[in-house]
């Protein structure tokens, strides 16, 4: 994939993100059809995959995390959904990828270490209780704690995830 090359800020389909393109505080997405006269098609986020080690063992912690069902598999690689989800009526799932380069992210950030490129934000009723029941099912809790609504937690592969108490689908996206 190559990179992103400059585009005009004004461009309603340029990148959303580019330096100068939004303030610091709000992002602005592209609302225009990729080119005019043309219909946007259908485009639906089916799943979010992870890369790791090992699809399977990963593709369990989930399944113990979250109660999810595995949709399908391949040697290395595992599509989980949330129960009923399977018949295609939508819901994101997660997939789970092996890859034999893997290099775990370092979180919070250190310059020259590999980068975190995304996390999963998980809402929680009792942010104790999901907390404890998730580093009983083999996730570790980070040291450092970014807010007292969250808890930052590893994967067993590394990966940062945040289990977070909130109120309003408003609250999501601080992790």
């Known amino acids: 994939m190559s ?18 393109s939004a303030s610091p505080d709000r992002v602005t997405a592209p609302v225009a059809s990729s080119a005019p006269g043309t219909a946007r098609p259908r485009v639906a986020l089916s799943t979010v995959v992870l890369e790791c080690s090992d699809a ?20 290395d690689w595992v599509k989980l959904r949330a129960p009923g989800r399977g018949d295609g009526s939508g819901g ?3 997939a789970l990828q092996s ?3 893997y290099v775990p992210p370092v979180w919070p950030g250190v310059p020259g270490a590999q980068q975190m490129t995304a996390h999963l934000d998980f809402e929680v009723a ?3 209780a999901a907390t404890e029941y998730a580093v009983a ?21 590394g990966h940062p995830f945040c289990l977070w108490a909130g109120g309003s689908p408003a609250d999501a996206g601080h992790g």
Do not use: C, K, M, N
Not at 4 to 20: F, K
Not at 137 to 157: I, K
């Open 137 to 157: 099912s083999g996730a570790a809790l980070a040291t450092h704690q970014a807010a007292d609504d969250t808890r930052v937690l590893f994967d067993p592969a």
């Open 126 to 128: 009792d942010l104790a």
């Open 92 to 94: 994101t799932g997660i």
């Open 56 to 75: 399977h063992e990963l593709a369990a912690f989930y399944q113990r995390l979250l109660g999810w069902e595995v949709e399908r598999q391949e040697p």
């Open 99 to 101: 890859d034999g380069t």
């Open 3 to 20: 990179p992103v090359s400059p585009v005009d800020p004004s461009d309603p389909v340029g990148p959303a993100h580019q330096a100068g």
